[in-house]
């Protein structure tokens, strides 16, 4: 017998959208090109003061930085807020690996071990497994296809408020569904965290990728002074910069406490990456030309899927607000041994497709088993081609249910 593992790590759940490589890279193998939609990969190039930045970097030496990130770059933070109108110290902000670490932070400073976190699903899966690392429960609020992911009613959110709840997760716009929250729904979300005393938890990454016919959001809740003991605000240079790479987030808190403690553990772990922090400052030289441009390439990718899945029969999809992702209800049988066909069965023109099937992104079990997310990181032609195989694999699935 070998030697047992904790019990926490047999909770992590695999990752939904990773653990289907192996299939893709037998795909590969096979000489089949795997046309990747399963993950919020951007294939958008970076900044190029960014790779500018990168490439002049002449120190002799790769040192940690404050455990709370450079001087420099949380300065370049504070006027990014503040050109959103919040005014923040530097002290409420932490310079993360990735807006994952600030997640872990977060749950880790605000919640105690058995405390429970409402978060609406389908959600990022990486919630569940952070949540199992802090020893937090998720609990999860259905929203429904049919009411295009937006919130239900307060009164079902209030329900599944027990002793234990600390907190609730808002993900605007959200991935995985595209969605973006009215305003009203989220003075209702922050009505409900006021009345139940809850913190309230945003993450942000998708801030700016908002389509013009979303309906009114806030952007940050970073500017609500009435928010400043609750919030606590998730961000990234992932998606905004497309710099998955560089590691670089930040969690975001007027709640001194919060922060200090948060530093304690930033601390524990000494640095956020230098060369990271570098590039994403870099990153800032000219966010709004290079986000404009950013947003109408994921406009236009998000109409050619939109209207390639609405005109194949059987499928059904709500149109994307934000974000880059949408959840897509297939007429399959699972949606989870589609996505392993796809990978193992099918090919046309020498290509497949991979997509992310559903359950992964719910808590609740049983629900999603139709559903897949597809992540339109991919230039117009290819997704063009992506949406016609999966209309082809949908006539060929042995499984196919319409
Ligand atoms: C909603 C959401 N939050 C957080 C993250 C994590 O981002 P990071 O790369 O900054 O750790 C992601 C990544 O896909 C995400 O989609």
Same mark, same amino acid.
């Given at each position: 017998?070998?030697?047992? &593992?904790?019990?926490?790590?047999?909770? %992590?759940?695999?990752?939904a *959208?990773?653990k289907?490589?192996?299939?893709?890279?037998?795909?590969?193998?096979?000489?089949t090109?795997v046309?990747?939609?399963?993950?919020?990969?951007?294939?958008?190039?970076?900044?190029?003061?960014?790779?500018?930045?990168?490439?002049?970097?002449?120190?002799?030496?790769?040192?940690?930085?404050?455990?709370?990130?450079?001087?420099?770059?949380?300065?370049?933070?504070?006027?990014?807020?503040?050109?959103?109108?919040?005014?923040?110290?530097?002290?409420?902000?932490?310079?993360?690996?990735?807006?994952?670490?600030?997640?872990?932070?977060?749950? #880790?400073t605000?919640?105690?071990?058995?405390?429970? &976190? &409402? *978060?609406?699903?389908?959600?990022?899966?990486?919630?569940?497994?952070?949540?199992?690392?802090a020893?937090?429960?998720?609990?999860?609020?259905?929203?429904? /296809?049919?009411?295009?992911?937006?919130?239900?009613?307060?009164?079902?959110?209030?329900a599944? *408020?027990?002793?234990?709840?600390?907190a609730?997760?808002?993900?605007?716009?959200?991935?995985p569904?595209?969605?973006v929250?009215?305003?009203?729904e989220?003075?209702?979300? &922050?009505?409900?965290?006021?009345?139940?005393?809850?913190? #309230?938890?945003?993450?942000?990454?998708?801030?700016?990728?908002? /389509?013009?016919?979303?309906?009114?959001?806030?952007?940050?809740?970073?500017?609500?002074?009435?928010?400043?003991?609750?919030?606590?605000?998730?961000? =990234?240079?992932?998606?905004?910069f497309?710099?998955?790479?560089?590691?670089?987030?930040c969690?975001?808190?007027?709640?001194?406490?919060?922060?200090a403690?948060i530093?304690?553990?930033?601390?524990?772990?000494?640095s956020?990456?230098r060369?990271?922090?570098?590039?994403?400052?870099?990153?800032?030289a000219?966010?709004?030309?290079?986000?404009a441009? =950013?947003?109408?390439?994921?406009?236009?990718?998000?109409?050619? !899927?939109?209207?390639?899945l609405?005109?194949?029969?059987? %499928?059904?999809? =709500?149109?994307?607000e934000?974000? /880059?992702?949408?959840m897509?209800?297939l007429? !399959?049988?699972?949606?989870?041994?589609?996505?392993?066909?796809?990978?193992?069965?099918?090919?046309?023109?020498g290509?497949?497709?991979?997509?992310?099937?559903?359950?992964?992104?719910?808590?609740?079990?049983?629900?999603?088993?139709?559903?897949?997310?597809?992540?339109?990181?991919?230039?117009?032609?290819?997704?063009?081609?992506?949406?016609?195989?999966?209309?082809?694999?949908?006539?060929?699935?042995?499984?196919?249910t319409?």
């Open positions: 017998m070998t030697r047992p &593992i904790s019990q926490r790590a047999h909770r %992590v759940p695999a990752s *959208i990773r289907l490589y192996p299939l893709a890279r037998a795909a590969e193998a096979r000489g090109t046309l990747y939609l399963n993950i919020g990969q951007p294939d958008v190039w970076s900044p190029a003061t960014a790779g500018e930045a990168m490439r002049g970097y002449d120190q002799p030496l790769i040192a940690y930085t404050q455990s709370q990130g450079t001087a420099e770059y949380v300065e370049t933070l504070r006027a990014y807020y503040a050109s959103y109108g919040a005014a923040l110290d530097a002290a409420h902000i932490n310079v993360t690996t990735g807006a994952s670490e600030g997640l872990l932070f977060a749950m #880790l605000a919640l105690d071990p058995g405390d429970e &976190i &409402i *978060i609406p699903e389908p959600f990022y899966t990486n919630y569940a497994s952070i949540g199992v690392m020893g937090v429960r998720v609990v999860p609020i259905t929203t429904r /296809f049919e009411d295009g992911y937006h919130l239900p009613p307060a009164a079902e959110l209030a599944a *408020i027990t002793p234990r709840t600390k609730l997760l808002l993900c605007n716009p959200s991935n569904t595209g969605v929250y009215r305003k009203d989220i003075d209702a979300v &922050i009505d409900l965290c006021k009345a139940h005393d809850l913190w #309230l938890f945003m993450d942000e990454v998708y801030r700016e990728f908002v /389509f013009p016919d979303a309906p009114d959001t806030y952007r940050t809740l970073l500017t609500r002074d009435d928010l400043r003991d609750r919030l606590v605000v998730f961000d =990234s240079t992932s998606k905004r497309s710099m998955c790479g560089a590691r670089v987030g969690v975001v808190s007027r709640h001194d406490e919060l922060m403690a530093l304690r553990l930033a601390s524990a772990r000494l956020p990456p060369l990271g922090q570098l590039v994403a400052r870099a990153a800032h000219d966010p709004e030309a290079y986000l441009a =950013s947003v109408e390439e994921y406009l236009r990718r998000r109409d050619v !899927v939109y209207a390639a609405t005109a194949t029969p059987g %499928v059904r999809v =709500s149109r994307p934000g974000a /880059f992702y949408t897509v209800r007429p !399959v049988d699972s949606a989870e041994r589609f996505a392993k066909w796809l990978l193992t069965d099918f090919a046309a023109d290509e497949t497709v991979m997509v992310a099937p559903g359950p992964g992104f719910y808590a609740t079990e049983g629900l999603g088993h139709d559903e897949v997310r597809i992540a339109y990181v991919l230039d117009v032609d290819r997704l063009r081609r992506a949406m016609d195989h999966l209309a082809a694999a949908l006539d060929a699935y042995p499984g196919a319409r």
